[in-house]
């Protein structure tokens, strides 16, 4: 499965909480910078559960819903919409560009989940389901926030931060507790993120 729904990394613009139950994301080229338009993947191999133009607020949307039936990951104010309602994509395929459809102040992602099914079943975070981080609920009074994350393939810390803060120079905030020249494939780093949305 894949961790992002970009090619390369993003910034967040706002948070998942009880009142936006997803994530604002911007898409970051491999220079860090932001990508106008840039190609929107699906996360997993799934069936497009709904391709359609959600009026007023999500404008161009797109809900896949993975092959077990078990996840649901929903993109919203696409610029365009490449797929139909009912078609198989792999994982990596585009479903759409990047835009700024609906209610918005700026171009961006909408990117939100749910598990099992599309009526009655309550928003989750994305990103815990398709277990890129975890976010604990406790949460030090100086608004950090503390996240579990594994170690992929070619991660680096530097990589972690460009990923989580849209910056790879930031990564001395993590106050990772270890040698930072050596992550481990599969280790789970606990870091604790001060700030963590971008500026």
């Known amino acids: 499965m894949r961790k992002s729904p970009f090619q390369f990394g993003y910034r967040i613009t706002q948070h998942y909480s009880g009142a936006h139950p997803g994530y604002d994301l911007v898409a970051l080229r491999e220079n860090g910078r932001d990508w106008i338009g840039a190609p929107v993947m699906a ?103 503390y996240m579990n994350y594994t170690v992929k393939p070619g991660d680096t810390l530097s990589k972690i931060a460009l990923q989580i803060f849209g910056d790879a120079t930031r990564w001395p905030e993590f106050e990772y507790q270890g040698d930072p020249n050596v992550i481990l494939v599969g280790q789970v780093i606990r870091l604790r993120v001060k700030n963590h949305t971008p500026g």
């Open 43 to 145: 996360n997993e191999a799934a069936i497009v559960f709904r391709a359609y133009w959600n009026h007023p607020v999500g404008g161009n949307f797109v809900i896949i819903q993975s092959l077990d039936k078990k996840r649901l990951f929903y993109y919203g104010h696409l610029r365009n919409i490449a797929v139909k309602t009912g078609q198989q994509v792999s994982e990596g395929q585009t479903l759409g560009q990047q835009g700024a459809t609906g209610q918005v102040t700026g171009e961006h992602l909408h990117f939100g989940a749910k598990i099992d099914k599309y009526d009655g079943n309550p928003w989750v975070e994305p990103f815990v389901l398709i277990n890129n981080y975890t976010v604990p609920a406790e949460s030090p009074a100086d608004g950090s926030e």
